[in-house]
């Protein structure tokens, strides 16, 4: 996408303008830029219990560095509460880790239950789609020779 085509603002060939396309830019009128501008997302979203999982590990590991550095502040200003702080840093540190690794399980679990979609419809679910009508046709035909064969008893016709 190009910078104009962005900005609403693409320059139209001089002496050519469209029915009902308002002032055109080389009549003097100023195209309004626009403040914010829709373009389509690169990636897909997060799935629910992953994004889920990834915002809790963010919140736990910004309170485990918040923790840590008022840790190290006290530790400068010789307070009693150093000790403690410390402590508790390094608990806030396994638990921040461990939100990590499950925001990945999560995410390998999700994978795993839903599959990967690729857009178009991926080729292995075409695949499985063209697998299924094959079997049915050759069941639709297993069952009609079967209703000839009981119907006529291997014959034709019975004169």
Same mark, same amino acid.
């Given at each position: ?10 320059? @139209?060939? %001089? !002496?050519?303008?469209? #029915? ?9 009128? =100023? ?7 829709e ?49 508790? @840093?390094? %608990? !806030?540190?396994?638990? #921040? ?9 999560? =995410? ?42 009981r119907?006529g ?7």
């Amino acid at each position: 996408m190009d910078t104009d085509e962005r900005r609403g603002t693409a320059a @139209s060939p %001089a !002496g050519r303008s469209g #029915a009902g396309s308002g002032p055109s830019p080389a009549a003097g009128a =100023r195209i309004p830029r626009q403040l914010w501008v829709e373009e389509p997302a690169i990636r897909r979203r997060m799935p629910d219990p992953v994004r889920t999982a990834a915002v809790r590990a963010v919140l736990i590991m910004s309170l485990t560095i918040i923790q840590a550095v008022v840790a190290f502040l006290c530790t400068l200003a010789g307070s009693w509460l150093a000790f403690p702080m410390v402590l508790s @840093s390094v %608990a !806030g540190t396994v638990v #921040a880790t461990w939100s990590v690794l499950d925001v990945w399980v999560t =995410r390998q679990v999700w994978n795993q239950r839903n599959g990967v979609v690729s857009v178009p419809s991926s080729t292995a679910r075409r695949m499985r789609r063209e697998r299924r009508a094959a079997r049915r046709a050759a069941r639709a035909r297993a069952r009609g020779e079967a209703r000839i064969r009981r119907r006529g008893d291997g014959r034709l016709s019975r004169a």
